[in-house]
């Protein structure tokens, strides 16, 4: 088992910038995935930004060069950094590990980018 704990969200205004961290209870050596996901009202859960290990990270094109995702060894954490934020980047943000054969999710976090 894997726990997640988000932290981070919360209400900022168009062009503001926010930081997500997700800490986990095991050692990310131990994780195959870490990364974000989105979910906006109305629409299915996306990919924002994951780090594959061993492998690179994975944006996605609505977010590049804008966000960026980092992982904190000795805490367990991974981050996302989020940069000039439009309202369209407005969902429940949610945390994810993989360590094959399972995936883990956090609780969500809330960010709302509106003036």
């Known amino acids: 088992q894997v726990q997640l704990v988000e932290s981070g969200g919360g209400l900022v205004q168009p062009g503001g910038s926010l930081r997500l961290s997700c800490a986990a209870s095991?050692?990310?050596?131990?994780?195959?995935?870490m990364g974000w996901y989105r979910q906006a009202p109305g629409k299915e859960r996306e990919l924002v930004a994951r780090i594959i290990i061993g492998g690179g990270t994975n944006y996605a094109d609505s977010v590049k060069g804008r966000f960026t995702i980092s992982r904190d060894i000795p805490t367990n954490t991974v981050n996302l950094q989020m940069n000039s934020l439009k309202p369209e980047d407005t969902a429940v943000y949610y945390c994810n590990v993989v360590r094959q054969p399972s995936s883990y999710w956090g609780q969500g976090t809330q960010v709302t980018v509106s003036s």
């Open positions: 095991r050692s990310i050596f131990s994780f195959n995935a």
